[in-house]
């Protein structure tokens, strides 16, 4: 489906042609790529479906007022086939209202099968989210990352776009080799050795503190560690060799072999929760896999010559060129290379897959690396269009009207998998969908009270009724949910009462609601869509005059297409969230 074919596309055509002839008949045209000519939906319904502030945003630079320049250009409107009126509104705005006939005509031959509009350019796009680290479970905010990149993969898959989705696994580093010294910790009080905890940081090695015992401050604490060290000594084989290192006092050597052991162990239970709220990746990507293949080294040579420099025993990316507020450090003075270093590798062997788009979604804490990593990325070659981080805001969890404390490094925190568990077996939808109703890019208060509530008060469960509601419809008057027999029986002059013609246009703006969600980057947008969708059924719905087990004929097939056109439109919304459309429900004749 082209663009251009949208709804909306095709009322901003129709003014964009009046405008035109308004500027050619008052000798205007030298002013027309300096005009402002938009369309957006009403914020009244009594004055139209769409409207346009055209005569107000133009005033100054067409030299007269908006409702002398509104006229002139409503004159000169002439589809009449499409519009059922076309008039102004103050301060300055033309409204547009489609007629029924051309809205019957439109949902017709897009909603059977229900089509979307492609993006106009093609391309593979690498969308990498969640990402995880590996030393421990997954938060509450990963949730929110998981649910929002997926639901985005969806959306860019129906442009038209070839969209992979990808984890990158934090596999190497210091983070990992204390997470297998947290292990080994463990191990030993697992075997009725006593350990304790650093409180203070101090210059003492790593090494001495684990010989007496001790679990180093910046360490990991959690009782999950606690699993994963019985789970270890599960196999005679892992416990002898892990005691026999011990022993020989090769300590790198088993805190290497731990910290893998963990990362594989931690990581297996991340894929399964992610399984559980219906996540898939093509591809979980190994930052251990660039060090050992010698990319990370590599990135000096990459990177522009200029670009980088060495002061004080350091290597330096000159980031400041790129808008950074500071020059980043990528290689220590005793060569050890820093994370930004690994990034950038990790982000040229995107590209060097093929992918002509990276599309990375962050943590909240993650905003100060933007301008480094987009500099390195313009700095190996690419464009600043061919790279784009978005973020997944914080995630407060709110019960009885108060805020559920969380702490990572203690272990007190709650897990995906807490929450998915707790709230049961509607847990995926509600989660994903109460994660996706607002913007990313904002906190989110997570209403535990209002996700357990099973009735329409819950904005999911308001949804999955509505289309289980007409489902039910089809059940009790035993017709088969079919649309094409339908369509032949429609009569036109049965779609002209107010809610029947509302409902039609909520339909016919899905198209353009899912185009606009996906190329903006926010899904919060389809789910507000769905929402009003959803109301507007419902008030058709609540209307006697609309109860079609008391019509019969053209005016019962009639409707029947209108709910069933309703029902493809919802199924569709919720399958791009990645949330499910029931068929039945308890409440579904509430």
């Not at 246009?505 to 609601?513: G, I, P």
Request: aromatic share 12%; charged share 30%.
């Amino acid at each position: 489906m082209n663009v251009n074919q949208l709804l909306k596309q095709q009322v901003l055509s129709e003014l964009e042609k009046a405008v035109n002839v308004y500027l050619e008949k008052n000798n205007l045209s030298s002013v027309k790529d300096n005009l402002k000519i938009r369309i957006e939906y009403s914020r009244d319904e009594k004055f139209g479906d769409y409207s346009s502030p055209f005569a107000l945003e133009n005033k100054n630079l067409l030299n007269k007022n908006p409702k002398e320049i509104a006229e002139a250009v409503l004159s000169e409107i002439k589809n009449d086939s499409m519009f059922e009126f076309v008039t102004f509104s103050p301060p300055g705005f033309i409204n547009f209202r489609i007629h029924s006939d051309y809205l019957n005509q439109y949902v017709g031959s897009v909603m059977s099968p229900v089509q979307f509009a492609e993006s106009p350019k093609k391309e593979k796009i690498l969308l990498e989210f969640v990402s995880a680290n590996p030393t421990g479970p997954m938060n509450i905010v990963s949730a929110r990352s998981a649910a929002y990149g997926d639901a985005l993969a969806n959306l860019l898959t129906s442009l038209g776009h070839t969209v992979k989705r990808e984890f990158y696994v934090n596999d190497y580093g210091n983070q990992v080799y204390l997470l297998g010294v947290a292990v080994l910790l463990r191990i030993f009080e697992s075997k009725g050795e006593s350990i304790s905890f650093q409180e203070e940081e101090s210059e003492e090695p790593v090494i001495s503190l684990i010989k007496k015992r001790i679990l180093p401050k910046e360490s990991y604490r959690g009782e999950y560690i606690k699993d994963i060290a019985l789970q270890c000594l599960e196999d005679e084989g892992r416990t002898k060799f892990v005691f026999d290192s011990v022993a020989k006092e090769n300590w790198d050597e088993v805190i290497d072999f731990l910290s893998r052991y963990a990362v594989e162990y931690n990581l297996g239970r991340q894929k399964e929760d992610l399984a559980l709220f219906g996540v898939n990746f093509d591809l979980f990507f190994s930052e251990r896999s660039l060090h050992e293949a010698g990319d990370v080294e590599k990135v000096p040579s990459i990177l522009k010559k200029e670009d980088v420099t060495t002061i004080d025993g350091k290597l330096h990316f000159l980031s400041t060129l790129y808008g950074d507020d500071k020059d980043r450090v990528i290689r220590r003075e005793d060569g050890r290379p820093t994370y930004l270093m690994a990034d950038i590798a990790y982000h040229y062997n995107k590209f060097t897959r093929g992918f002509d788009t990276l599309i990375d979604i962050w943590g909240p804490d993650h905003y100060g690396y933007i301008a480094r990593l987009k500099g390195a990325v313009k700095s190996f070659g690419k464009t600043d269009e061919s790279f784009r981080v978005l973020i997944a805001q914080q995630v407060n969890l709110i019960e009885n009207k108060e805020k559920v404390k969380m702490s990572k490094r203690l272990g007190i925190f709650q897990t995906m998998r807490d929450l998915l568990s707790y709230l049961g077996k509607q847990g995926r939808d509600v989660g994903r969908y109460f994660f996706l109703m607002r913007s990313s890019d904002a906190p989110l208060d997570f209403d535990l009270d209002l996700a357990k509530d099973e009735s329409d008060k819950n904005p999911v469960f308001y949804i999955q009724y509505a289309h289980a509601r007409i489902c039910s419809i089809f059940r009790e008057l035993q017709v088969p949910m079919e649309l094409k027999p339908l369509q032949s029986g429609i009569s036109v002059e049965f779609l002209k009462q107010e809610e029947r013609t509302r409902l039609l246009f909520w339909v016919a703006r899905l198209q353009e609601e899912v185009y606009d969600t996906a190329t903006s980057f926010e899904p919060h947008r389809l789910t507000n869509y769905l929402q009003s969708l959803s109301k507007s059924f419902t008030k058709f719905y609540s209307q006697k005059d609309n109860r079609i087990k008391d019509k019969a004929g053209k005016e019962r097939d009639t409707l029947l297409a209108l709910v069933l056109y309703t029902k493809y439109a919802l199924d569709s919304g919720l399958t791009l969230l990645g949330i499910s459309s029931p068929e039945k429900m308890s409440k579904e004749e509430a």
